[in-house]
């Protein structure tokens, strides 16, 4: 059974004709998503514009089970749809009305055009882009950077991604300008796509943002098993901050250098509210050393 966005995926390929360069595929389904009122894939800025991590993911998923097939090529990768029962009717009529007004739009840009076009457009997606000076005028270019937040101010952050997608949190330390992300999960291990260790990293260091694994001041997860109110919580991390991290001072002060020589700093796990995660507990200790110059600021 496939998940419906990877049925707007397949779809996609069948309306512009079963194959794509794998930047298109990418610049087609943001474009098409701009017009959902719920998009059914996120984006952050990368490389080349607008790129989707979910899409990709999906699109490797789809290879594996036959949907579709990956070429190698020297310029890059082609997108291409396998023999199969058509997709797109299968979609929402909404959606098949904007698929089409996308195909209608677009189809006769180049692969260059279309990147252009998205710079342009949606001049966001183009600040971590390396072909953008090739693509724009100077004009263009400036409005490029003004879409970059720059901040010099030191600045502890607290994030976590539940409920989120790998993209909308990405954007978040982005927009918030974060120079190292702190990972302080006992085991940086995620059934949630995007979020275990090596792909959070990997998508960390693919715009700018160091990932810094420290799991001594983590929670071991059976001690989360039988948390059933906000008052197990608070008797878990009242225990934490007195064991713990009296114990692992040395990685209170690690972050507490990280955040002198880095500036702005961001502390993770899991969970959407902070009170129920141990970070805060963290972050009580940071904003309590003495002399401290950063303040402190949930995403």
Known sequence: MLYYRRKILLALLETFGGQLTAKSLQKYL??????????????????????????????????KYGYIEIIEKANGRLISLQQGNPIFPLLMESDQIKL?????????????ELIRFTYQKYPYYAI???????????????????????????QLFSIGYEGISLETYINKLIQNDVH???????????????????????????????YVHIPELGIESDKRQTLNSQK????????????????KKEYIFKIKHIIETEKRVALTCFEKDPVQCHRTRIIKVLMNLPEIKYSYKTL
């Open 100 to 112: 089409k007004e996308t195909k209608n739009r677009f189809e006769h840009f180049t692969q260059t």
């Open 30 to 63: 943001f474009l098409f998503t701009r017009n959902q009122e719920i998009p059914s894939f996120d984006f952050i800025p990368y490389k080349y514009g607008c790129f989707s991590y979910q899409a990709n993911q999906d699109i490797l998923t789809m290879q």
């Open 232 to 247: 197990d919580y608070d008797i878990l991390f009242e225990q934490y901050e007195h064991t713990t991290l009296k114990e």
């Open 128 to 154: 971590n882009s390396s072909i953008a000076q090739d693509l724009l005028t100077v004009t263009e270019l400036k409005i490029v950077e003004q879409q970059r937040v720059k901040k010099s101010e030191q």
């Open 180 to 210: 190292v992300l702190c990972d302080v999960r006992k085991n940086a291990f995620s059934q949630k796509y995007g979020f275990s260790k090596n792909q959070l990293q990997k998508a960390c260091e693919g715009v700018g943002i160091q």
